[in-house]
């Protein structure tokens, strides 16, 4: 399945933005999709994700309550909607996909994903 993430932007914080993840190729529906970030000079991250029948959710502590990650398999399509932005949330996000078994317990583990989009870049200013 090949990812392409969009969304991202300069914003205030405080603000609100929503990313999209839209894919192509193989059964949208058949993967688990995953949100991670890499800040600069650090290591990329885990943000967000959500089971393929997008009947669980998952969140790093940082996010918890700020941000949320839906999916609407009709289109294709992953989000992650981001509200109350911190400069510290600035990044390059990625959106991942992965249709192995053991997700619910992976779900955090960037290496569980074989499918990747390049990132789009959120800049939050103080």
């Known amino acids: 399945v090949q990812l392409q993430a969009s969304g991202g932007g300069l914003v205030q914080a405080g603000d609100s933005l929503k990313l999209s993840c839209v894919a192509s190729?193989?059964?949208?529906?058949?993967?688990?999709m995953g949100w991670f970030r890499q800040a600069p000079g650090k290591e990329r991250e885990f943000v967000a994700a959500?089971?393929?029948?997008?009947?669980?959710?998952y969140y790093a502590d940082d996010v918890k309550g700020r941000f949320t990650i839906s999916r609407l398999n009709a289109k294709n399509t992953a989000y992650l909607q981001m509200t109350s932005l911190k400069p510290e949330d600035t990044a390059v996000y990625y959106c991942?996909?992965?249709?192995?078994?053991?997700?619910?317990?992976?779900?955090?583990?960037?290496?569980?994903?074989?499918?990747w989009g390049k990132g789009t870049l959120v800049t939050v200013s103080s």
């Open positions: 190729g193989r059964a949208f529906g058949n993967y688990h």
């Open positions: 991942a996909a992965t249709s192995t078994a053991s997700f619910s317990s992976r779900y955090y583990h960037a290496g569980n994903y074989h499918s």
């Open positions: 959500i089971r393929r029948s997008a009947d669980a959710t």
